[in-house]
Protein backbone atom coordinates (compact mmCIF):
# COMPACT_ATOMS: atom_id res chain seq x y z
CA UNK A 1 0.00 0.00 0.00
CA UNK A 2 0.92 3.29 -0.99
CA UNK A 3 2.28 5.65 1.59
CA UNK A 4 1.67 9.31 2.39
CA UNK A 5 2.47 11.24 -0.49
CA UNK A 6 3.12 15.37 -0.40
CA UNK A 7 4.10 17.67 -2.95
CA UNK A 8 5.80 19.23 -4.11
CA UNK A 9 8.91 18.23 -1.70
CA UNK A 10 10.79 21.76 -1.52
CA UNK A 11 9.10 24.87 -2.39
CA UNK A 12 10.78 28.59 -2.85
CA UNK A 13 8.94 31.39 -2.77
CA UNK A 14 9.43 35.47 -1.60
CA UNK A 15 7.89 37.62 0.95
CA UNK A 16 3.91 38.70 0.12
CA UNK A 17 3.36 35.52 -2.32
CA UNK A 18 0.64 32.63 -1.92
CA UNK A 19 1.45 28.80 -1.75
CA UNK A 20 -0.44 25.34 -2.23
CA UNK A 21 0.83 22.07 -1.10
CA UNK A 22 -1.24 19.07 -1.50
CA UNK A 23 -1.10 15.53 0.60
CA UNK A 24 -2.43 12.45 -0.72
CA UNK A 25 -3.11 10.06 2.31
CA UNK A 26 -2.92 6.55 2.16
CA UNK A 27 -5.92 4.76 0.65
CA UNK A 28 -8.71 4.39 2.59
CA UNK A 29 -7.86 6.96 5.19
CA UNK A 30 -10.31 9.70 5.20
CA UNK A 31 -8.07 11.62 8.13
CA UNK A 32 -6.09 14.56 7.07
CA UNK A 33 -3.85 16.48 9.70
CA UNK A 34 -1.12 18.98 8.70
CA UNK A 35 1.68 20.18 11.00
CA UNK A 36 4.68 22.85 10.74
CA UNK A 37 7.79 22.07 12.29
CA UNK A 38 10.37 24.32 13.34
CA UNK A 39 12.96 24.38 14.88
CA UNK A 40 11.85 26.63 17.30
CA UNK A 41 8.49 26.20 17.58
CA UNK A 42 9.05 22.36 17.50
CA UNK A 43 5.77 20.35 15.76
CA UNK A 44 2.78 22.43 15.71
CA UNK A 45 -0.99 21.40 14.64
CA UNK A 46 -2.40 23.09 11.88
CA UNK A 47 -5.46 21.79 11.33
CA UNK A 48 -7.39 18.30 10.92
CA UNK A 49 -9.66 17.17 8.04
CA UNK A 50 -12.04 14.49 8.15
CA UNK A 51 -14.74 13.88 4.86
CA UNK A 52 -14.37 17.50 3.72
CA UNK A 53 -14.80 18.65 7.01
CA UNK A 54 -12.27 20.54 9.10
CA UNK A 55 -12.62 18.87 12.79
CA UNK A 56 -9.78 20.63 14.15
CA UNK A 57 -7.73 23.47 14.10
CA UNK A 58 -4.65 25.19 15.66
CA UNK A 59 -3.81 28.41 16.81
CA UNK A 60 -2.65 29.62 13.74
CA UNK A 61 -3.68 32.36 11.31
CA UNK A 62 -6.16 32.85 9.01
CA UNK A 63 -3.72 33.15 6.19
CA UNK A 64 -3.10 29.53 6.59
CA UNK A 65 -5.82 27.48 5.82
CA UNK A 66 -6.96 24.14 3.84
CA UNK A 67 -9.39 22.11 2.20
CA UNK A 68 -10.03 18.25 1.86
CA UNK A 69 -11.57 17.04 -1.74
CA UNK A 70 -14.07 13.85 -1.88
CA UNK A 71 -10.98 11.89 -2.79
CA UNK A 72 -9.73 12.63 0.68
CA UNK A 73 -6.80 14.61 -1.04
CA UNK A 74 -6.01 17.56 1.14
CA UNK A 75 -4.76 20.99 0.13
CA UNK A 76 -2.84 23.66 2.45
CA UNK A 77 -2.50 27.03 1.29
CA UNK A 78 -0.58 29.87 3.10
CA UNK A 79 -1.11 33.30 1.77
CA UNK A 80 1.14 36.35 2.19
CA UNK A 81 3.59 34.56 2.82
CA UNK A 82 6.18 35.93 5.79
CA UNK A 83 9.80 35.14 6.47
CA UNK A 84 8.42 33.13 9.73
CA UNK A 85 6.44 30.84 7.43
CA UNK A 86 9.68 29.28 6.39
CA UNK A 87 9.33 25.34 8.08
CA UNK A 88 9.00 22.16 7.47
CA UNK A 89 4.89 20.83 6.29
CA UNK A 90 3.85 17.62 7.47
CA UNK A 91 0.84 15.94 6.29
CA UNK A 92 -0.34 12.63 8.19
CA UNK A 93 -3.31 10.84 7.43
CA UNK A 94 -5.01 7.77 9.30
CA UNK A 95 -8.34 5.65 8.93
CA UNK A 96 -10.72 7.58 11.09
CA UNK A 97 -10.97 11.01 13.23
CA UNK A 98 -11.33 11.29 16.79
CA UNK A 99 -10.23 7.45 17.87
CA UNK A 100 -7.61 7.35 20.44
CA UNK A 101 -6.35 4.33 19.06
CA UNK A 102 -5.89 5.43 15.44
CA UNK A 103 -2.20 5.85 14.18
CA UNK A 104 -1.02 8.58 12.52
CA UNK A 105 1.17 8.12 9.81
CA UNK A 106 3.56 10.89 7.73
CA UNK A 107 4.08 11.88 4.87
CA UNK A 108 7.89 12.85 3.48
CA UNK A 109 6.88 16.78 4.15
CA UNK A 110 7.31 19.86 1.71
CA UNK A 111 10.26 22.00 2.98
CA UNK A 112 9.21 25.70 1.88
CA UNK A 113 11.76 28.66 2.35
CA UNK A 114 10.62 32.27 2.09
CA UNK A 115 12.99 34.48 0.94
CA UNK B 1 1.20 23.00 31.06
CA UNK B 2 2.99 21.03 28.39
CA UNK B 3 0.84 18.02 27.05
CA UNK B 4 4.20 15.71 26.84
CA UNK B 5 7.51 16.41 27.87
CA UNK B 6 10.53 15.10 26.56
CA UNK B 7 13.42 16.20 28.85
CA UNK B 8 16.52 14.54 27.01
CA UNK B 9 17.36 17.06 24.15
CA UNK B 10 20.14 14.87 22.88
CA UNK B 11 21.39 11.49 23.98
CA UNK B 12 24.42 9.08 22.94
CA UNK B 13 24.46 5.39 22.82
CA UNK B 14 27.10 2.75 21.60
CA UNK B 15 26.07 0.73 18.65
CA UNK B 16 24.17 -2.83 20.01
CA UNK B 17 23.58 -1.15 23.56
CA UNK B 18 20.67 -0.38 24.55
CA UNK B 19 18.84 3.58 25.37
CA UNK B 20 16.35 4.85 27.22
CA UNK B 21 14.43 8.10 25.49
CA UNK B 22 12.23 9.75 28.40
CA UNK B 23 8.78 10.81 27.65
CA UNK B 24 6.26 12.12 30.56
CA UNK B 25 2.97 13.28 29.61
CA UNK B 26 0.10 15.48 31.36
CA UNK B 27 -3.68 14.56 31.27
CA UNK B 28 -6.72 13.52 33.04
CA UNK B 29 -8.37 11.94 30.59
CA UNK B 30 -8.90 8.06 31.23
CA UNK B 31 -8.73 7.33 27.02
CA UNK B 32 -5.62 7.96 25.49
CA UNK B 33 -3.27 7.39 23.30
CA UNK B 34 0.59 7.37 23.36
CA UNK B 35 2.94 6.84 20.14
CA UNK B 36 6.47 7.58 19.19
CA UNK B 37 8.21 8.64 16.24
CA UNK B 38 11.53 8.46 14.39
CA UNK B 39 12.18 11.58 12.35
CA UNK B 40 15.11 10.87 10.43
CA UNK B 41 17.37 13.83 8.74
CA UNK B 42 15.13 13.06 5.86
CA UNK B 43 12.37 14.54 7.83
CA UNK B 44 9.85 12.08 7.31
CA UNK B 45 8.18 11.05 10.87
CA UNK B 46 8.15 7.15 11.21
CA UNK B 47 5.53 5.78 13.22
CA UNK B 48 7.20 3.25 15.74
CA UNK B 49 5.02 1.97 18.80
CA UNK B 50 1.88 2.39 20.40
CA UNK B 51 0.48 2.45 23.57
CA UNK B 52 -3.24 2.28 25.03
CA UNK B 53 -3.78 3.76 28.01
CA UNK B 54 -5.62 0.52 28.99
CA UNK B 55 -3.38 -1.94 27.50
CA UNK B 56 -2.38 -4.22 30.72
CA UNK B 57 1.23 -5.07 29.05
CA UNK B 58 4.05 -2.99 27.82
CA UNK B 59 3.81 -2.83 24.10
CA UNK B 60 6.69 -4.13 22.13
CA UNK B 61 7.66 -3.76 18.45
CA UNK B 62 11.00 -5.48 17.51
CA UNK B 63 13.78 -3.65 18.75
CA UNK B 64 11.17 -1.29 20.58
CA UNK B 65 9.34 -1.60 23.42
CA UNK B 66 7.55 0.89 25.24
CA UNK B 67 7.81 1.13 29.07
CA UNK B 68 4.61 2.52 30.43
CA UNK B 69 4.06 3.72 34.07
CA UNK B 70 0.57 4.94 34.01
CA UNK B 71 0.69 5.93 37.67
CA UNK B 72 4.04 8.10 37.08
CA UNK B 73 2.34 9.42 33.67
CA UNK B 74 5.47 8.00 31.82
CA UNK B 75 5.77 5.98 28.47
CA UNK B 76 9.82 5.58 27.84
CA UNK B 77 10.86 4.46 24.40
CA UNK B 78 13.30 1.51 24.97
CA UNK B 79 15.10 0.80 21.71
CA UNK B 80 17.78 -2.42 22.14
CA UNK B 81 20.63 -3.58 20.34
CA UNK B 82 21.21 0.56 18.61
CA UNK B 83 22.62 0.18 15.63
CA UNK B 84 23.38 3.33 13.49
CA UNK B 85 20.23 3.90 11.48
CA UNK B 86 18.93 4.68 14.54
CA UNK B 87 20.75 8.05 15.00
CA UNK B 88 17.52 10.23 14.21
CA UNK B 89 15.20 12.41 16.71
CA UNK B 90 12.23 10.81 17.97
CA UNK B 91 9.58 12.32 19.40
CA UNK B 92 6.43 11.00 21.78
CA UNK B 93 3.27 11.96 21.00
CA UNK B 94 -0.64 11.65 23.03
CA UNK B 95 -3.77 11.48 21.63
CA UNK B 96 -6.69 12.14 24.57
CA UNK B 97 -10.29 11.48 23.29
CA UNK B 98 -11.53 14.80 25.32
CA UNK B 99 -9.83 16.94 23.06
CA UNK B 100 -10.90 15.36 20.06
CA UNK B 101 -8.36 12.71 20.02
CA UNK B 102 -5.86 15.70 18.59
CA UNK B 103 -2.30 14.65 19.06
CA UNK B 104 0.17 16.43 21.02
CA UNK B 105 3.79 16.21 20.14
CA UNK B 106 6.88 16.15 22.21
CA UNK B 107 9.98 18.62 21.84
CA UNK B 108 11.76 15.53 20.61
CA UNK B 109 14.89 13.56 21.92
CA UNK B 110 18.16 13.41 19.31
CA UNK B 111 19.49 10.07 19.44
CA UNK B 112 22.96 9.51 18.30
CA UNK B 113 24.17 5.72 17.92
CA UNK B 114 28.28 5.74 18.21
CA UNK B 115 29.89 2.79 16.17
Known amino acids: KAGVTQTPRYLIKTRGQQVTLSCSPISGHRSVSWYQQTPGQGLQFLFEYFSETQRNKGNFPGRFSGRQFSNSRSEMNVSTLELGDSALYLC??????????????FGPGTRLTVL | AQKITQTQPGMFVQEKEAVTLDCTYD???????LFWYKQPSSGEMIFLIY??????QNATEGRYSLNFQKARKSANLVISASQLGDSAMYFCAMREAGTGNQFYFGTGTSLTVIP
Open chain 2, 51 to 56: QGSYDQ
Open chain 1, 92 to 105: ASSSLAGVTTDTQY
Open chain 2, 27 to 33: TSDPSYG
